[in-house]
DNA sequence: TTTAGCACTCAGGGAGATTGAGTGCTAAAC
DNA sequence: GTTTAGCACTCAATCTCCCTGAGTGCTAAA
């Protein structure tokens, strides 16, 4: 069967009634739109089409239609029109980001926090490095009573621990310390770090060989680090003042399943060609959020790092104005992380006791 | 009316069940309980008498009685036995204390995690630092193209940040910076950084005067970071996996309260004489947590850190489990952070780039 | 090809009726 | 004086039945 553009325009007049209002509709209500000149029964005929070529469903005989998956995804390829963010809007999300968005420190999880906030849905965020993490160097700063170690990676992330150190060891020691570590474990994945090499390194190492093992142990925590990128999930709350989540169980089988190792296997999915991405439903990869939709948006801020930014909601939801938004705050991210006198390695050590 | 010991007997019959079946319980099945030997018309007496001291409640005519708020408190002052911890339960409290708190890192939002696991409830924790917040000592790192700014607070946490150089200065000018530095704004809270005293680092500073306000910025933001305490919340869903969230209105009211914000206030309620604080719902000073009960603890570790651990739930809640577990889990984040040969001094330092 | 008309379906909602757990009170038993 | 048995009463919860109305599919006429 053939999809004219009459069926189209249907299909679409259907999605998004079914995005405002949650409720199915039927042939009488989409004849009584004003773009609509045609009459119920005409209307009719054409659902029975849309619904055998799989663009509809119907919950039950005697209730209108609603988008199926696949109808779902003709909408966003096809029919959906672009969202114009209004002027408050663009405003708000302006002063939103600056004011919030100061400290890159837990920008992250800020970020989720706005989008949640924006759009209404829980929202998720993902910092993610790439790149091989080796240390690049190690510094020793001593201090009273003891030392701090710096480690610097490739990728210009910087980490330190505060150190006690044993009494015999001199200044001097540090030194020696120093100049072995640099010698033997930069630009080295931890893989690498082999017992051998640790020996080796403990018996160059003069009198603070005991030091050995608490700064290789440190290193390799580091590196590990590195590699395993930060999720947040904030807003979980918002999707229970969506209708389809009125139903408890249904609501509690899906906010279970936001946690952070499902939602962290989200970004894999992301075409790189593609910045945005929309996952309706039954194309979602992760089992938990088969009944869903997950929109998502790349974002890169300076070398070495990329993030991820996006919301999970009921299949229902208003694509077209949610990645408007999503877009607008990548793009206000990028430009504002990217464009920065000083080097986007932007330091931030957080310490403990 | 004097509270015998038989009406205790009643009442901790009575909370008891309900916790354990969240419905209310009626004077038969009291009496049907092995260590009941009066009939169910004397515990009917028994309860109205209850019911008139308002230590119970009557959801409605027909229905049993439930436990008030007053009757869970006197539950919990008085007549709660302790919960041991069975062997298995030790075992693996142990097992996944040691095996996910490995590293300090975000030692914290996974000691969440496992409270939440553990009581089936969402969790909350947080870990403040008290002290004055003064930097006690920079130092600075050339590298290529740029330097590392490393600024060590009193509480000795440790923070540092990667800084371009401008091309005019040299390294000779960064000694000089480091030694201005070190003789102007150690020792001092951030609200003392003022401009006349900022304006005459730069003046000392020589051709590194151009970097002071970023110097001043990073470092304000270290100390400000420093008042701040870190709360993380997990395991809302679990929320719903309870009764008396069956209904979405409730559930989400609840879930929307439970932000951080709301959650960074109780913290400072907890008793210093006692570890273990209990609020049992209406008793709760945040008007979002009215309707629940929250249990938490407090923990050491090390000087200058200060953590809670806690979880919100019904009312209904098995206090005593629930403490039993807090508590040992207390006990041992205590006992692994307190008792390392390092210094809880224990650095580790997050770094965008 | 479109439209009007009509019989049919079925979820949702409301009005009783029914059930049964639980109560309070009274009078007898201990 | 305390405890217990008995009984009438209450009331939420549940079930049943019926009605309503939105929506459909089909047919026949325009």
Redesign the interface.
């Known amino acids: 069967m053939e999809l004219t553009e009459r069926k189209k325009k249907i299909l679409r007049a259907i999605v998004e009634s079914y995005i405002r209002t949650a409720e199915p509709i039927g042939s009488k209500a989409i004849a009584a739109m004003p773009e609509m000149d045609f009459s119920s029964a005409t209307i009719r005929n054409e659902m029975a089409d849309l619904t055998a070529m799989g663009y509809l469903e119907q919950p039950h005989t005697s209730a209108g239609r609603i988008p199926s998956p696949a109808g779902y995804r003709l909408y966003i390829d096809e029919l959906m029109q672009d969202y114009r963010l209004t002027v408050d809007e663009t405003h708000s999300l302006n002063e939103a980001m600056t004011s919030r968005l100061q400290?890159?420190?837990n920008?992250i999880s800020q970020m989720g926090k706005l989008v949640s906030q924006m759009t209404n849905l829980p929202a998720y965020a993902v910092?993610s490095?790439r790149g091989s993490a080796t240390v690049s160097?190690f510094?020793i700063?001593p201090?009273a009573g003891?030392f701090?170690?710096?480690v610097?990676t490739d990728?210009?992330?910087?980490?330190?621990?505060?150190?006690?150190l044993p009494l015999h060891v001199t200044e001097q020691d540090l030194k020696l310390l120093s100049a072995v570590l640099n010698a033997s474990l930069t630009d080295l994945p931890a893989e690498e770090f082999t017992p051998e090499l640790l020996n080796r390194i403990s018996r160059s190492a003069g009198p603070a060989a005991s030091l050995v093992p608490?700064i290789v142990d440190f290193t390799t925590?580091v590196l590990q680090?590195q590699q395993k990128s930060e999720v947040y999930v904030t807003g979980?709350?918002?999707l229970?003042?969506h209708p389809e989540?009125?139903?408890?169980g249904k609501?509690?089988k899906m906010?279970?399943g936001?946690?952070e190792d499902v939602i962290s296997n989200l970004p894999a999915l992301v075409d790189p060609g593609h910045p945005m991405q929309i996952l309706v439903g039954p194309e979602n990869v992760a089992e938990e959020l088969k009944d869903t939709s997950v929109v998502m948006t790349r974002f890169d801020?300076?070398?070495?790092?990329q993030g991820m930014i996006g919301v999970v909601g009921p299949t229902r939801m208003d694509y077209a104005q949610i990645t408007a938004r999503l877009s607008y705050f990548a793009e206000g991210l990028a430009r504002m992380f990217g464009k920065q006198?000083?080097?986007?390695?932007?330091?931030?050590?957080?310490?403990?006791?």
């Open positions: 400290e890159f420190d920008a910092a490095r160097r510094e700063i201090t003891g701090i170690l710096v610097m990728s210009e992330d910087v980490k330190n621990k505060l150190i006690k608490v925590h680090a979980q709350a918002k229970l003042s989540y009125q139903d408890v609501a509690h906010l279970s936001l946690d801020i300076g070398d070495g790092m006198e000083l080097p986007p390695a932007h330091e931030e050590n957080k310490e403990e006791s």
